[in-house]
């Protein structure tokens, strides 16, 4: 049965809605903070890579 427009389950929805929220905070995969910060890699073929070395489009 689908209770979610029910104003009786109104209270018990917004709580379980926060609970899941938390749970997807807890479970993503953080970075670690690296001294001196990560290398970016990039591919010197890949015609993106003057952007991420911060040199201007050519034509």
Do not use: F, I
């Not at 807890?26 to 890579?49: F, I, M, S, W």
Request: no cysteine; proline share 12%; net charge positive.
């Amino acid at each position: 049965m689908d209770r979610w427009d029910d104003p009786a389950a109104a209270g018990e929805r917004v709580r379980l809605l926060q609970l899941l929220a938390v749970w997807q905070m807890r479970a993503e995969d953080p970075l670690p903070v690296v001294p001196g910060g990560y290398r970016q890699k990039t591919d010197p073929r890949n015609h993106l890579a003057p952007y991420a070395r911060g040199r201007a489009p050519r034509g």
